[in-house]
């Protein structure tokens, strides 16, 4: 199975700040890695496939990069609705999507 | 709009049955990759099983053998029959969408539609 790390695993930040998050796989899966936001209650939603491919309607301040083992997610300027938990994903193989942890990105 | 929905979800005894059920719109549950995703909030996101457009199923070792995968076409909807439940099963379970999308020689797998989710407790 392949193991997704994600650090770190809570984020205190405050509104306009960059803020970066880190998703390393336990082996290479290419750029076969997508990221998810969550809120409380509801479902995770599709941020970046690909490890760097913008999903529809998803704010540019979002942005994905990353190969091999080593990933991440930035947002450019975080805005008060990016406050949530963030979720890496990897789909190299059908013997398991693994997910990370999550990263929940709280107010400082 | 595309839709997933979810229903079923329930309070079980330990080794006891379920049956969830995903009613789509907006998709073709047979000519779309399908699956399901549970989450606790001890472990967190894992994906559970997958069936393919052609009819091949996968499933995480946590539950192979135990739980089944499968869709109605007439229907539109997508099952998960779930036997032999376990307290470690308790989960919210969501209904997705895997799409693919072609970059050079690759396709890359994402999970872009998701239902609300439904409950399942697992409990004596």
């Known amino acids: 199975d392949i193991q997704m790390t994600q650090s770190p695993s809570s984020l205190p930040a405050s509104v306009g700040d960059r803020v970066t998050i880190t998703c390393r796989a336990s082996q290479r899966i290419n750029s076969f890695l997508n990221w998810y936001q969550q809120k409380p209650g509801k479902a995770p939603k599709l941020l970046i496939y690909?490890?760097?491919s913008l999903q529809s309607g998803v704010p540019s301040r979002f942005s994905g990069s990353g190969s091999g083992t080593d990933f991440t997610l930035t947002i450019s300027s975080l805005q008060p609705e990016d406050f949530a938990t963030y979720y890496c994903q990897q789909t190299y193989t059908t013997l398991g999507y693994s997910f990370g942890q999550g990263t929940r990105v709280e107010i400082k | 709009e595309v839709q997933l929905m979810e229903f079923g979800g329930g309070l079980v005894q330990p080794g006891g049955s379920l049956r969830l059920s995903c009613s789509a719109s907006g998709l073709n549950v047979t000519q779309n990759y399908m699956g399901w995703v549970r989450q606790t909030p001890g472990r967190g996101l894992e994906w559970v099983s997958l069936i393919f457009s052609g009819g091949s199923t996968f499933y995480a070792d946590s539950v192979k053998g135990r739980f089944t995968i499968s869709r109605d076409t007439p229907k539109n909807m997508l099952f998960f029959e779930m036997n032999s439940l376990r307290a470690e099963d308790t989960a919210v379970y969501y209904c997705v969408r895997v799409e693919a999308s072609r970059r050079e020689s690759d396709y890359f797998y994402y999970m872009d539609v998701w239902g609300k989710g439904t409950t399942v407790t697992v409990s004596s």
């Open positions: 690909g490890a760097s």
